[in-house]
């Protein structure tokens, strides 16, 4: 019964993800659905994405957390099309809560949307919201043991950001260890490894975004014509 | 529908949860559910926790993970009971789990059993467990926001560890804002700072170990006579 239940909430979610899938492409939006534990570093990666490619690329965020409307603030200052989703007792995101918020940005104006879901390194994994692409943030202090141990996110995402390395130097964290445990759960995966509050390795990030972004509108365009 | 059926299955876990509780009571154990975000150091804890009271309380150990018998190789080393269960994609431990892990123990011989739940800052709230108490750990490098963001888990916790203490002057960490945040969300709740990396702070979490058992005890004989 309960199976069963789950089973059609993920059917009904991923009806809603195609159909926001679709939009964003109607729309030539970029989406990124970004990832983590909580307190892995996504709001300050978006704040730093910020001051480095508004102005070249015009992208938007939505925000999920339980409660508060801090991040959307944050990313706001940065006069960031933003909207703060609340979800309550909610773990994830869901397609549904995306396709509302839609209706507050102007799609057309966008190149690139940016989804932070809440931070949780389980339940988000399973949620389709019609992105185009899924970005996992691991940071040094959470130790070097969970993509073992959290195979079913890591499996999900193609890149992985290792955030906060200037911390090795005060936390248990072999980078080693952590390469090969997503490289044996994603072997074509990629990995980067930064830090948001020194700068260290933001340029090959701020790189893929632009990259990434650049090969979708191409993409569109061959398909078009 | 969907939320009915989340109903049926929180009121059935209410009820093997009280079957569970009523275990605990008959075998004079004291159950503690430990919780956090993936990598906040639960299982150091329950390492250091060990190391201090092994030999003067008999403990128990049940992990929670979705992937890996890692912890419980860890807790396993210092030759205290333990039991792994594997969730696969759960994000959560529930009474039933639970229930059948005991069967593992000789509950006969403990004092206290600790359960680590799930790695996830939300799901783990909603369930009960059978547990006496609840206790969060939250690690300074996660932020110091996460009180206001997480408030449903911060509710349920009478107990809160701030971790990784010896992190503060390398990550943007207020303790006054996070002690205030607590304080509103939970009043009467009990705040404990330490480090599990230096020992910073680790006294005060075994003496109250110590004597929340010893009060448990205390309680279950004077309920008896």
């Known amino acids: 019964m309960e199976i069963k239940v789950v089973q059609n909430i993920l059917k009904a979610n991923d009806a809603l993800a195609a159909a ?3 939009q964003f492409r109607d729309k030539g939006v970029f989406v990124i659905d970004l990832m983590s534990s909580p307190g892995a570093g996504k709001t300050t990666l978006l704040e730093k994405t910020a001051e480095r490619l508004a102005g070249e690329i015009a992208f938007g965020v939505i925000e999920g957390d339980l409660a508060t409307a801090a991040d959307a603030e944050r990313i706001g200052a940065y006069q960031i099309p ?29 190149d690139l949307l940016f989804i932070e879901n809440v931070g949780n390194l389980v339940c ?18 959470e ?4 993509p073992d141990k959290y195979p079913v996110m890591f499996r999900q ?32 995966g990629r990995i980067l490894e930064l830090s948001c509050q020194t700068g260290q390795g933001l340029d090959a990030w ?3 975004v632009r ?8 993409e569109l365009q061959a398909s078009a014509s």
Chains 1, 2 share one sequence.
Do not use: M, W
């Not at 990259?211 to 191409?218: N, P, S, Y």
């Open 82 to 110: 933003v909207l703060q989703i609340n979800t309550g007792k909610g773990c994830h995101l869901d397609a549904n809560q995306v396709q509302n918020a839609l209706q507050y940005f102007d799609l057309d104006s966008l």
């Open 206 to 208: 701020i790189e893929l």
């Open 157 to 188: 995402c193609p890149t992985v950001i290792i955030n906060k390395v200037d911390l090795t130097p005060y936390v248990p964290f072999n980078l080693d260890k952590v390469r090969a445990s997503i490289r044996r759960i994603q072997p074509e």
């Open 143 to 146: 130790g070097d043991d969970k």
């Open 211 to 218: 990259q990434e972004t650049k090969r979708f509108k191409a």
């Open 20 to 22: 926001n899938r679709k």
């Open 124 to 141: 988000p994994a399973e949620f389709d919201l019609g992105q185009h692409t899924k970005v996992l943030l691991l940071s040094t202090p």
